[in-house]
């Protein structure tokens, strides 16, 4: 209880910064997108360039100095390309070299090693050529297959659009029972037995809105809006402009008439009729 006094102390006037959920579209997006963008990027991925330590605490052999266990993980850059490919979980990874002890270091990159393939989904039945690294062949083959490797891996490992997008259509394809194998009703059973499992952990809503960027997600939200709106021909809309000035025009009319019919006299006329003219002196 201490703790979160304190928390709301620090807190207290500090203007706080709203999030992509608090404000415009972002924030009429349904909670099934929030959580798969939580899952890819607010979720910390596997380590992949650096061996984490367990515990909390470590002895140094030579000193026997006690220091604390620091599992900090490498800031990688991923650039636009990044989510046409299949990286694995790798980055580029940006720091210095230094080429020997009595040299200056240089800045230095270390990019992925990229290569083309193609892997096979049984579920979609297809082909697909990608580009991967090796780190991407040893996930595939170590999960039993392409299939096993995008519905087992979370969505911040994937990381990149492209698996993203095809775990979506895998999942949709199973939930819709695999239509694109019902020409082959034996291999359909099998691949519904073998991958059907997978659908347990998702919900129709937030498969159908799995592996969107936010912007992407946004614009189909937006989309469906305008969808839902009701377009009315603007000769409709005239018409009816029209209608209602002459339904004004008449009663004007009528109450003109009514006022002449009581004998009263013109100026008297104009000054009870609002919507007569008046003359200026």
Not at 81 to 107: D, L, S, T, Y
Not at 228 to 255: C, F, G, W
Request: glycine share 6%.
């Amino acid at each position: 209880m201490a703790s979160k006094v304190v928390k709301s102390v620090k807190t207290l006037g500090v203007f706080q910064k709203p999030g992509l959920f608090d404000k415009g579209t972002g924030a009429l997006l349904p909670e099934a997108y929030k959580k798969f963008y939580k899952e890819w990027r607010l979720t910390e991925p596997s380590a992949v360039h650096y061996i984490p330590e367990d515990g909390k605490w470590k002895r140094d052999e030579v000193t026997g100095e006690v220091h604390p266990v620091q599992n900090i993980p490498l800031p990688l850059i991923y650039p636009k390309e990044h989510n046409r490919h299949m990286w694995g979980g790798e980055g580029i990874v940006q720091g210095f070299f230094k080429r020997a002890h009595n040299r200056r270091r240089v800045p230095h990159f270390w990019t992925p090693l990229l290569q083309r393939t193609v892997v096979h989904s049984e579920v979609l039945d297809k082909f697909f050529s990608v580009v991967v690294t090796d780190r991407t062949i040893h996930l595939i083959n170590s999960n039993y297959g392409f299939d096993h490797y995008l519905l087992k891996t979370p969505a911040c490992d994937l990381k990149s659009l492209l698996p993203l997008g095809l775990k979506r259509k895998i999942l949709k394809e199973l939930e819709a029972g695999c239509p694109s194998l019902k020409d082959k009703p034996q291999v359909q059973k099998r691949v519904l037995e073998k991958y059907g499992k997978y659908l347990d952990a998702y919900t129709s809503e937030e498969i159908d809105w799995y592996g969107y960027s936010y912007t992407e997600a946004c614009r189909r939200l937006e989309e469906q809006i305008e969808s839902q709106k009701t377009v009315v021909p603007l000769k409709h809309v005239y018409r009816s402009q029209l209608i209602d000035k002459l339904r004004a025009a008449n009663i004007e009319e009528a109450m003109t008439q009514s006022l002449k019919s009581s004998g009263l006299p013109e100026t008297w006329l104009q000054k009870m009729n609002p919507f007569g003219k008046k003359k200026t002196t």
